[in-house]
């Protein structure tokens, strides 16, 4: 199994940045990609960005593409989520999940809120 814990999340002001960060333990050798993704209240959980954990290709979902960057540390084991340009629509509880060959998500972390104040 893999355990993941996000942290980063905090208040921010509209126009402002927050980084994400998503530690990875266990059996961290068997991660082939991770993920992000959002949950606002009362709104389904949403794709955000995804990276390759060998080669560091991203993919991002249309709503933060020029906004959001995905990065990782293979050594640490940590997934990066650089948010800029927030918004209060980016307010949400952030969630970072391991990503399978097949591209479903099967380990979870337990999410960090973003709040984005107007």
């Known amino acids: 199994q893999v355990q993941l814990a996000e942290s980063g999340g905090g208040l921010v002001q509209a126009g402002g940045s927050l980084r994400l960060s998503c530690a990875a333990s266990?059996?961290?050798?068997?991660?082939?990609?991770m993920g992000w993704f959002r949950q606002a209240p009362g709104k389904e959980r949403v794709f955000i960005a995804a990276?390759?954990?060998?080669?560091?290709?991203?993919n991002y979902a249309d709503s933060v593409k020029g906004r959001f960057t995905i990065s990782r540390d293979n050594a640490k084991n940590t997934a990066y989520l650089q948010m800029n340009s927030l918004s209060p629509e980016d307010t949400a509880v952030y969630y970072c999940?391991?990503?399978?060959?097949?591209?479903?998500?099967?380990?979870w972390g337990q999410g960090t809120q973003v709040t984005v104040s107007s």
């Open positions: 266990g059996r961290t050798f068997s991660i082939y990609g």
């Open positions: 990276i390759n954990w060998n080669t560091g290709r991203p």
């Open positions: 999940a391991t990503q399978r060959p097949s591209g479903g998500y099967d380990y």
